[in-house]
Each structure stands twice: as structure tokens, then as C-alpha cells.
């Protein structure tokens, strides 16, 4: 077995997560290296999911019976757990949504409907990148569409990276909001925080960060990064589906509009006119996702009984070594960094011509779970000339084998296709 300096007992964690020890295809064990996508969850979760709904369901916040008073301290005990997990200054600063991609919906309409100096108008610009989620570039599209504002982005390097040598000209005074990814999710690319906020507090633009593919993988400290608005999301940092996270500055969520109207976000309602709760309420119209929340928190707990920076160190070696031994692969092409520094732990490739949906169904049969097509990343592909990409990604439980057996699988696809 390949032994690798910075790695997890990953024999002892892999226990925690039921769904490992799965046989697919009569006996093939499944590899899971679809952890960009969604990750798995640990029997821990599980387990708070199950007592929840056994013993404490009920709606939050309205009620004073006993149910409705245990759901809510865990839902707002959840919410206390994702600000010290990010270092929020403020448990009102979180907002539960339903993913991410809800998230930065919200800012988007938000700065839409807002007033100045926050509203995006005809005479504004809004500013993302060329290696962003959909998530991330459609609600700014819409956003431009709606208010006749100008939609602007960085290109990117040919080695996958951003190119920000012009980013005196993307970001200027013009500029209302930088909404950009912190990691990649097909890239696997690092981007340079720093000089992105810094230029936007130059010019006094807001600045929006995707930390999907970050806040499961590495410390999340929202102060570190300077942003004003922080989005991610639970199921793919081992916790249930529907429920995600909008972190943002307390001054701004006093003075920016609701997105959702209904139960829970007021204040006081009359036939004529509605007040609004202070945040985090305010955004968080009816019934919100409680059991949700409360597996998000679970999770949270999960993710800091082993360590973020062991995390963090575990799956740099696993990277380091998946880019040596997928550099052996003949016909490979890693569409991104190409080595294990400033970048994360999902790879893109290409394998010579054959198509990306046909390695992943050959490599299912395998019992290997990889990602395929242009994960929701579709100009990276243009980019880059490709139809597509086959995706393979690690998380805490990911082992050398997966990774061997990944390679493996590849050789076998290229064998197939003669």
C-alpha cells in the first residue's frame, strides 16, 4: 500500500461512512471520486438526521410547546456552529438558504433591488470570471439583463489560472460587485484573493467569494478574506442535501432588501405595508430548512473532530500524487494546474479522443465514480477547446488506492477503445 507523508487514518474514518463498503456491478467496490459534486456523509450525521426527526421535530420560532422550542435551539445552534466554523464576527451574519447556488442568488437580487450606494443600474458594472460555476454567472447575467448593467470578467492563462493582468481595467470605478470562486470545481485553481479584494476596496466595489469547493477542504475564515459576501454549501462538506450558507458583512444585511417575501422575515404586517426582521430573518422567508441545518451542524462538528488543516494536508499529498501518477497515463491531459501547489483536489482531463461520458461509463463499470461533461462550467470547456472533461475528486476518506485504482481504470478505457 502506498504510504504517503500528511495522510489521514483514513482507514479508521472510512468506518463512518456507510456507504464506502458498497459492492456495484456483482463485485466491484466502489471508488468514490465524485467528492467535488457531492461528498458522502459520515453514520455521525446520520445519526443527529435520524434523532431529529425522531424526537424533536417541529417548526421553529413560532411555537412554545416543546418540540417547537428543542427544534429551534438546534437550528439556531447550527447557525452558531457555521460562525465559529468561519469565523464570522456575528451569528447574524449567516443566512441558511438551500445551496449555494440559492446564495448568491440572493446577493444578486439583492443589489438589484437595493438602494444607493449599493444598486446596480444601467450605469454599473458587475465583474466575475471566466472559470466560474453557472451558479456564479447566470444570476449576474440575469442581474445585467434586468438593469441594463455591464457584465465583465477575467480571462483565463493558459495553465489554468486567472489572468489579472489587466485588472486595472476590469475592476473600476464603475465596478458595484466582484463575484468570483475561490477554488475552482473544474479547474481545481486557487485564485489570488488577496489582489481581487484588494482593487475592489480601491475603487469601493463589494466582493462576493463561491466557497463551495473551499469550505470543505481548508479553513474558511471570512474575515481573513475581506469579503463582504461568502457563499457555500452543506452536501459537499459531509452533510445532507437542501441546505447551504450566505455569510455577509452585518451593515450590509442591516441596509440591502430582502429577496423572498412571507412568514418569519417581518416584522409587523398590515394590508398596506410590511417592517422586516434584522437579519439573519430577514432573508430566511417560511419555513426554513431545519433538520437541514441541524445535519450542517452535525457535520460541522464531524469536519472539526478531525481537523481542517489535516483536511487540508491530507488531500495536498493525495493531489501531489494523482498528478504524478495521471501524468503517467499516456494521452492524458490535465485541464488546469498541473501540479499539486495552489490548486485542490479535483482534476480535470482529457484522454486523448475519446469522449469524456464514455470514460466515465467504462470506469463505472469498474466501480470507479468519477464526474463527466463540463461541470456546470461550460466556458472553461470553450476555453480550452474541449467538448468536455472527465473529473476525478478527493475528500478526508480519499486513499492512494482510489488513485491507483483510478489510473488503472484509465487503462483499461484505453485498452477498450483500442
Not at 288 to 311: E, H, R, T
Amino acid at each position: 500500500m502506498t504510504q504517503l507523508p500528511g495522510l489521514l487514518d483514513t482507514e479508521a474514518i472510512r468506518k463512518d461512512f456507510p456507504i464506502l463498503d458498497r459492492v456495484l456491478h456483482g463485485d466491484k467496490k466502489l471508488v468514490y471520486l465524485d467528492n467535488a459534486a457531492t461528498s458522502q456523509t459520515p453514520r455521525q450525521v446520520l445519526d443527529v438526521l435520524g434523532e431529529y426527526y425522531e424526537q424533536h421535530n417541529a417548526n421553529v420560532h413560532r411555537g412554545v410547546h416543546v418540540l417547537a422550542e428543542e427544534a429551534t435551539a438546534l437550528y439556531e445552534g447550527a447557525r452558531d456552529k457555521v460562525a465559529e466554523f468561519i469565523n464570522a464576527p456575528s451569528r447574524d451574519e449567516v443566512i441558511f438558504t438551500k445551496n449555494a447556488s440559492e446564495s448568491l442568488n440572493l446577493v444578486a437580487n439583492m443589489l438589484g433591488w437595493a438602494d444607493e450606494p449599493y444598486r446596480v443600474d444601467a450605469d454599473t458594472e458587475i465583474v466575475i470570471t471566466e472559470m466560474e460555476h453557472h451558479s456564479n454567472i447566470v444570476p449576474w447575467q440575469l442581474l445585467a439583463q434586468r438593469t441594463g448593467a455591464k457584465l465583465k470578467w477575467f480571462g483565463l492563462t493558459d495553465d489554468g489560472r486567472l489572468d489579472l493582468s489587466n485588472i486595472d481595467e476590469v475592476i473600476t470605478e464603475k465596478t458595484k460587485i466582484v463575484s468570483f470562486v475561490l477554488v475552482s470545481n473544474i479547474l481545481g485553481t486557487f485564485n489570488p484573493v488577496e489582489a481581487i479584494v484588494r482593487r475592489a476596496q480601491e475603487v469601493g466595489a463589494l466582493v462576493c467569494v463561491d466557497a463551495s469547493q473551499a469550505a470543505p477542504h481548508m479553513p474558511l475564515d471570512v474575515q481573513a478574506l475581506q469579503a463582504d459576501f461568502v457563499a457555500f454549501t452543506g452536501h459537499k462538506m459531509c452533510g445532507p442535501t437542501g441546505i447551504g450558507v450566505l455569510w455577509g458583512r452585518q451593515e450590509l444585511l442591516e441596509d440591502l432588501p430582502p429577496f423572498l417575501g412571507g412568514g418569519e422575515m417581518i416584522e409587523t404586517v398590515s394590508m398596506h405595508s410590511s417592517t422586516y426582521a434584522p437579519a439573519p430573518h430577514k432573508f430566511e422567508a417560511g419555513t426554513p430548512p431545519i433538520a437541514q441545518a441541524v445535519g450542517l451542524g452535525a457535520a460541522i462538528d464531524y469536519l472539526n473532530s478531525i481537523g481542517m488543516d489535516k483536511i487540508l494536508a491530507h488531500e495536498h499529498a493525495l493531489t501531489e500524487y494523482a498528478v504524478k501518477r495521471l501524468g503517467e497515463v499516456p494521452d492524458l491531459r490535465i485541464i488546469g494546474p498541473t501540479t499539486a501547489e495552489d490548486r485542490g483536489a479535483a482534476i480535470s482531463f482529457t484522454l486523448g479522443d475519446i469522449h469524456p461520458h464514455d470514460v466515465g461509463q467504462v470506469l463505472d463499470e469498474l466501480g470507479i465514480a468519477v464526474r463527466v461533461g463540463h461541470h456546470c462550467a461550460r466556458p472553461v470547456c470553450l476555453r480550452y477547446g474541449i467538448p468536455a472533461t472527465t473529473r476525478a475528486s478527493f475528500y478526508l476518506y480519499s486513499t492512494p488506492a482510489e488513485i491507483d485504482a483510478l489510473v488503472d481504470g484509465l487503462e483499461h478505457v484505453r485498452n477498450f477503445f483500442g
